[in-house]
């Protein structure tokens, strides 16, 4: 029997490969809001970032978020991120 493939993405922040489950995905919704996708599954572009604030941080200032979801994104937008990953912990 084949072992199962087990999904990988690359977070923004860190830039290293982990596997999908251990990520948390940020999308940009049809409407242009930008929230924290706790299933993985809604629709929108996504972005993984590792469930560490300061990789958030670091994808912000390397602008590697605004780059994957192809969207500025305003200092206020970057707190309430902040304060939901702490909130996960």
Do not use: F, H, W
């Amino acid at each position: 029997m084949a072992n199962k493939k087990i999904p990988t993405r690359v977070c923004v922040g860190c830039k290293e490969m982990k596997p999908k489950k251990e990520l948390i995905r940020v999308i940009k919704t049809n409407e242009g809001g930008i929230l924290l996708d706790k299933t993985g599954r809604q629709n929108g572009r996504g972005a993984y970032l590792c469930n560490d604030p300061a990789c958030l941080q670091l994808a912000i200032k390397s602008k590697g978020l605004e780059r994957s979801l192809k969207v500025s994104i305003p200092p206020e937008i970057v707190e309430a991120l902040t304060k939901e990953m702490m909130q996960n912990d």
